[in-house]
Nanobody, 118 residues
Framework: QVKVVESGGGLVQPGGSLRLTCAAS????????MTWYRQVPGKEREVVAA?????GSSYIDDPRFKISRDNVKNMVYLEINNLKPEDTAVYYC??????????????WGQGTQVTVSS
């Protein structure tokens, strides 16, 4: 079955950068789009970025975010530059090209916490 494991989060000062990693298994990764989400406690989960099988990206409204994938390692990455306190959230990835809220998903990984603070 689908399994995703997110990692790479941490405590970062404003202006810093992070690269989050999502390790996927249980499906043919190269044939699936992937989507990153984030969620702040008490708020609805929101999409951050999606990447197609061909490597095209979607949903990215902020140039600070960059999504990429490695079909050999079955991993998808989210690079966040010039981090801001409002980027503080738990970041999740999931299989497929998800909706803006990800409400259709019944499975989520544990996520990785990103905290931006001085």
């Amino acid at each position: 079955q689908v399994k995703v494991v997110e990692s790479g989060g941490g405590l970062v000062q404003p202006g810093g950068s992070l690269r989050l990693t999502c390790a996927a298994s249980g499906f043919t990764f190269s044939r699936s789009s992937m989507t990153w989400y984030r969620q702040v406690p008490g708020k609805e989960r929101e999409v951050v970025a999606a990447i197609t099988t061909a490597g095209g990206s979607s949903y990215i409204d902020d140039p600070r975010f960059k999504i990429s994938r490695d079909n050999v390692k079955n991993m998808v990455y989210l690079e966040i530059n010039n981090l801001k306190p409002e980027d503080t959230a738990v970041y999740y990835c999931n299989k497929g090209y998800g909706s803006r809220t990800g409400a259709e998903y019944t499975y989520w990984g544990q996520g990785t916490q990103v905290t931006v603070s001085s």
